[in-house]
């Protein structure tokens, strides 16, 4: 099925019905651009963490993970520039009163016109010139553009005073920062070497978001390398690469995958690019690879007063490192494995047959296989082979319903087996086993089974 049928509607359906992602605070009406992930979305987010872990932290040498706390002192974010410069372009609309992204109406309006790369005043005079309609009542009525900080900002202790006020993070990278040395004393860690963290972030967004894809909370997996100057360039390729390699493996196609280099740069960044993913909704960005240069540790030594320079042990040389940051929204990771794994085959188009299937990469599915007793006689005995399979992998138990219509219900959540226990299976000891996405089935004993599973669970 291609990406272009698949509609955004399909895949919520699909999400809020099998347990994957509900709305937000649902009961109460929901909160706009808040999910809450559900059985199934929560482990699968968990199996996406578990290969980066095994890509970034695990398999490679130097690299190491570590968690910081999302409430950092103050002066952190004024000294990464976030107080000062983190913010959104916005407009009013004078007669209906909504809110937009100066940037947004320009690429809604006109793809090609490329506001990313404009200042405050060539948006506005773009939107003057062109006379772009307000998207909601269609008037052209806009206050000026104003700057408005995307940080949540809240107050510790009792009172309501500015200098209690602490912000929740817009980025994870900062803990990896001011934390770099002790890390690399610890770990007696030469460089170039990297932390990786995976967390929450925290953006005060107004723009509404094509279900997680923007969300206002959202969770990220990032892995910032420390760097001398001169050997940064070469990283940022490296890791531009990296990145594209570790989405195909995980199940993206190169053709539904991109890079997109960024003309206007974060306050922070010598180079930026982003790899985008083809959603249903259009091209978006699920990772971001910046060159930080040595700004973010200089900005903390000089506002912390604590000197954050890396003596090299082999040239005796003091200096500041550089930064290759490599970030990976993980909930948007996670739509876009969602969206390439969706499909609606056609079984029997005389008897309009179609299923809804997954097709997802097996170390990343939710379950790895479902024990189906053909009948509920049989329940006890396949319990068996459940109780034995879950010491190893997340399994399923569904002893309700047509052998058929359980099929449809683990292809619809992308279990990759279905293992169907019979009258047989009590004489000779083996269970059929049927694959997702071919729907072939083989006979196999019981005791072979975790190792079959296990062989078709790579990355
Ligand atoms: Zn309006």
Partial sequence: MDNSLKTMDKIVALCKGRGFIFAGSDIYGGLANTWDYGPLGARMKNNIKDTWRKRFIQERKNSYEMDADILMHPRVWEASGHVGSFSDPLLDC?????????????????????????????????????????????KHNFTEIREFNLMFKTFRGVTEDAKSVIYLRPENAQGEYVNYLNVQRTMRAKLPFSIGQIGKAFRNEITPGNFTFRT????????????????????????KQFGKQYYEDLGLPAEHLRFHDHEKLAHYAKAACDIEFLFPFGWGEINGTHNRTNFDLARHQEYSGTKLEYLDPETNERYIPYIIESTYGLDRTFLALLCEAYDEEVIDAEKNDVRTVLHLNPVIAPYKAAVLPLSKKLSDEAMKVYDKLSKKFMVDFDENGSIGKRYRREDEIGTPYCITFDFDSLEDGCVTVRDRDTMEQVRLPIDQLESYIQDKIVF
């Fill in 94 to 138: 004078k007669e209906c009163k909504m809110r937009f992204r100066a940037d947004n109406l320009i690429d809604d309006f006109d793809p090609n016109a490329h506001a990313d790369g404009m200042t405050k005043q060539e948006m506005f005079e773009y939107i003057k010139a062109h006379s772009i309609p307000c998207p909601h009542c269609g």
């Fill in 216 to 239: 206002i909370e959202f969770e990220q997996m990032e892995f910032q390398t420390f760097c001398k100057e001169g050997t940064d360039a070469e990283l940022y390729e490296y890791f």
